[in-house]
């Protein structure tokens, strides 16, 4: 007689977790048990990473745009025309969020934001829009902002965009136990400053 079905029988009758206790099966669902919360956390910070650099290039690519359109504009800042805002500022600021809108990101959220209705908060030299939401984005604009070039003190523009990026990183690594010891938001934050040509 084949010893071989009373083996198989017996070991269909074993208790599961001694099995678990016993086996190959149980040692690699061990394994995968504690590894698995550093792995999920690892591939979440990877792409949460990924995307915040995703969103500072976009930012960047945009204040680069909104100086760019300030500078071949008018300085027309003792004579604001545009709703009591010099339509120089007022383009460089529709051009900065025109540029983040193109972007298509889910992740960057504008809010709405339009410089040609919405009324900046202004200083010497200095306007700032800030969108209405939960995660404001901010653009600021300064026109006569003194820029040493070869020696030589000239008039630029400095256009900086700042948005509040709200890492999911930091509620998954909540998750391993513990305080947490990563903050939720962080503040990517791009400076673009050019000379101005007018």
């Not at 930012?59 to 709703?83: E, M, W, Y």
């Amino acid at each position: 007689m084949d010893p071989r079905p009373k083996i198989r029988a017996k070991k269909f009758w074993m208790p599961l977790s001694r099995m678990l206790a016993h086996g190959e099966k149980g040692t690699e669902l061990l394994e995968l048990a504690l590894v698995l919360p550093f792995l999920l956390v690892m591939v979440v910070g990877i792409i949460d990473f990924g995307n915040a650099w995703a969103i500072k290039d976009q930012l960047t690519g945009a204040a680069r745009d909104g100086a760019r359109t300030a500078v071949a504009s008018f300085n027309d800042t003792t004579n604001p025309q545009c709703g009591g805002t010099p339509c120089s500022v007022q383009a460089a600021a529709s051009a900065t969020v025109k540029a983040l809108n193109d972007a298509n990101n889910p992740s960057l959220l504008t809010c709405g934001l339009d410089p040609s209705t919405d009324a900046p908060t202004s200083g010497t030299f200095t306007w700032t829009y800030t969108a209405t939401c939960a995660n404001p984005l901010t653009v600021t604009v300064e026109r006569a902002v003194p820029e040493v070039v070869n020696g030589t003190t000239a008039l630029a523009t400095r256009v900086t965009v700042s948005y509040p990026y709200n890492w999911k990183f930091a509620n998954v690594a909540g998750l391993l136990g513990g305080t947490n010891i990563f903050s939720n938001t962080i503040t990517l934050t791009s400076v673009e400053i050019m000379t101005n040509l007018n």
